[in-house]
């Protein structure tokens, strides 16, 4: 079955500390791969994407994320992190072809203390 | 201003009783999605449509139901059906459900007592 891990459901970090989140996914196909990041009673925005060509890819706000094919995963990195970073981040994957729909994962909760 | 709207916000429903979440766009967008978002879950996709007049059923669709009469309108009701309904609501649309991004609206609260 098609599904998208995230494998920290929370982290905390103090500020200027390196950030990895873990996300993996099961599908065997081209895939477009997605991270979404939720602050606090704001609406899910969409931090950075991957569709083709350069496996690292650079976000807003400092974010990147490294695809590995062979390893299924997208990870979501920041070198330092700041309290405004506090959100939820969420992992998300579009199954295209006959079942066409966007897949999330759990989501990973970050809190950064100041 | 592009985007999407969701009403209400929050929403208070005697148990038993059926409630429409209302969610519109007005992005052109051919894809619309509903999930709940429940603490530690993450979203759980309920219905989808990529068409008009056409939805397809999610990995939790047991207790709601859609419809696609408009591109802009893709309302969610959920039934009396639904074991566990107080929940976060979050509509969604993309132009293309592969090659875009999604686009979100600030979600509906609703409360069943």
């Known amino acids: 079955a098609q599904s998208v891990s995230q494998h920290n459901h929370h982290v905390i970090l103090s500020e200027a500390a390196s950030l990895e989140l873990g996300c993996n996914y099961s599908?065997?196909?081209?895939?477009?791969l997605f991270w979404y990041v939720q602050y606090p009673g704001q609406h899910l925005q969409l931090l950075l994407k991957?569709?083709?060509?350069?496996?690292l890819v650079k976000g807003i706000k400092g974010f990147e994320a490294e695809f590995i094919k062979s390893k299924f995963s997208f990870n979501l990195r920041k070198p330092s992190v700041q309290w405004s970073d506090t959100a939820e981040y969420f992992c998300a994957v579009p199954f295209g072809g006959r079942d066409d729909k966007i897949i999330f994962g759990k989501g990973t909760r970050l809190h950064i203390l100041p | 201003d592009g985007g999407i709207t969701q009403s209400p916000k929050y929403l208070f429903r005697k148990e038993g009783q059926n409630v429409t979440l209302s969610c519109e766009q007005n992005l052109n967008h051919d894809a619309m999605y509903w999930y709940r978002q429940d603490p530690g879950q993450g979203l759980r996709l309920i219905y989808y449509?990529?068409?008009?007049?056409?939805?397809q059923k999610g990995d939790i669709a047991e207790g709601y139901s859609v419809s696609r009469e408009k591109k802009e309108s893709f309302p969610l009701t959920v039934t009396s059906a639904q074991k566990n309904p107080t929940a976060f609501y979050l509509c969604?649309?993309?132009?293309?459900?592969?090659?875009?991004?999604?686009?979100f609206g600030q979600g509906t609260r609703l409360t069943v007592v």
């Open positions: 969604a649309s993309s132009g293309d459900t592969g090659n875009t991004e999604a686009f």
């Open positions: 599908y065997g196909g081209t895939v477009n």
């Open positions: 991957y569709f083709s060509g350069d496996p």
């Open positions: 449509s990529q068409i008009v007049n056409d939805f």
